[in-house]
């Protein structure tokens, strides 16, 4: 476990950074919706081009890695999250769609650049638990976002506030240099970086009936998870009229509540039950969790609203330690950040296509209730298509 500490304290710094930038913009969405005079159901819409553009990088991510090393394609990554977060300050639709693309070009080669890393240096049994402290990175940066960034609003402006998150990640990328030397002793400059590259993923994917079972799973997930993070201040604002500080810090703590239950999950999965079980548990924790949400009513005792919303963080942030292990378990030797890419594809997918789809049931319905109840019908179906799999994975093997 010695050799796996320092990749793990650096994957998780990296990932925090672009997570807390990815978070940055829909945390202060009902002031930019303000100044720029559009609705903020459209944030919606900002999320969905963040996550083309990660899914498209997160595809061309392997070859990246076997060429430059993990820590380069990292620090590539974050000056294009800074990049981004810069054209976003500017007050234009245009340009923050743009800022938008460079986030997610940024954000997709994080993960498969720091499996590749982390798939080299754990053992086997310990995969679960430390992909999951790994993963902690996502809703740390995004607890970082919701407890900081309206707490900047308060000191300058929301153009201000992001320029201050993109020095962050600038510094984050000036601070992982020094290690470049160690950890990316495995780079091959002669590795190939062509165009039809972008295909091999997916095809290791699907070529894969256990991949490709986890992919489709992290497409339902990632919906979840993305629709609870990029509405949740806006409807505690709107719905449970929450002060646009008080509803940062909601979801802060629930993004805490994300890093408690990806570290747990994890435990749990290497300890007990195993990462498909576990996940088959957290699909139907996720279910109740977004029937509560939507239940929610003013009226309400604050205490009782974050303990609903900090079990639905823990389940619906904590997954994707348990099924990157996973992931990187089934991977045929060596392919690790090549699977991770093409699974990520199909997660970015899903984060592309559910906040929009999101927004547009709650404009329809006049209500943000409308879009919470209806991730709980496929968050459902996927907890019995997991549970289903196990069980026919299990008479196979007593065969």
């Known amino acids: 476990m010695k050799g796996t500490w320092l990749p793990l304290a ?90 938008a693309l460079l986030i997610g070009l940024g954000y997709g080669p994080i993960t498969p650049a720091s499996s590749h890393l982390l798939a080299l240096t754990t053992p086997a049994h310990r995969m679960s638990v430390v992909f999951s402290v790994k993963q902690t990175g996502v809703p740390l940066g995004g607890a970082l976002a919701g407890a900081g960034v309206p707490g900047l609003l308060l000191l300058v402006d929301w153009q201000g506030a992001l320029l201050v998150v993109a020095a962050v990640n600038l510094l984050c990328a000036l601070v992982a240099q020094p290690l470049r030397k160690t950890l990316d002793t495995d780079r091959d400059a002669q590795a190939s970086l062509a165009l039809g590259n972008l295909a091999q993923p997916i095809k290791l994917v699907l070529s894969h009936p256990a991949l490709t079972l986890l992919a489709g799973c992290s497409f339902v997930f990632s919906c979840a998870q993305l629709s609870l993070t990029t509405y949740l201040v806006v409807y505690l604002h709107e719905t449970l009229a929450y002060g646009l500080v008080a509803a940062g810090l909601v979801l802060s703590l629930s993004l805490f509540g994300g890093v408690a239950g990806r570290i747990l999950w994890g435990w749990v999965a290497d300890r007990w039950l ?25 009226t309400l005792p604050h205490f009782l609203v974050l303990a609903v919303l900090m079990v639905f963080g823990a389940s619906a942030v904590g997954w994707n330690g348990v099924y990157l292990a996973e992931v990187a378990r089934q991977a045929p030797p060596g392919k690790a950040s090549i699977a991770t890419g093409g699974t990520l594809a199909f997660t970015f997918l899903g984060v592309v296509l559910g906040p929009p789809t999101f927004g547009a ?39």
């Open 10 to 99: 650096v994957t998780l710094a990296i990932q925090a950074m672009v997570s807390m930038a990815l978070l940055s913009l829909p945390v202060m969405a009902p002031v930019v919706a303000l100044a720029l005079g559009v609705s903020a159901t459209y944030i919606g819409l900002y999320v969905a081009v963040v996550y083309a553009g990660a899914m498209l990088a997160s595809l061309a991510a392997g070859a990246a890695v076997a060429r430059f090393g993990a820590i380069r394609v990292s620090q590539t990554g974050l000056v294009l999250c800074a990049a981004g977060l810069a054209l976003c300050a500017v007050p234009s639709v245009m340009t923050i769609a743009l800022g």
């Open 274 to 298: 195993g990462a498909r079980r576990m996940l088959v548990v957290l699909a139907g924790v996720m279910t109740l969790s977004a029937v509560a949400t939507a239940s929610l009513l003013p």
């Open 361 to 399: 049931i709650s404009g329809v319905f006049g209500s943000y209730r409308a879009g919470y109840l209806a991730l709980a019908i496929p968050l459902a179906l996927c907890g019995v298509v997991l549970l289903r799999s196990r069980r026919l994975a299990q008479a196979r093997a007593t065969r």
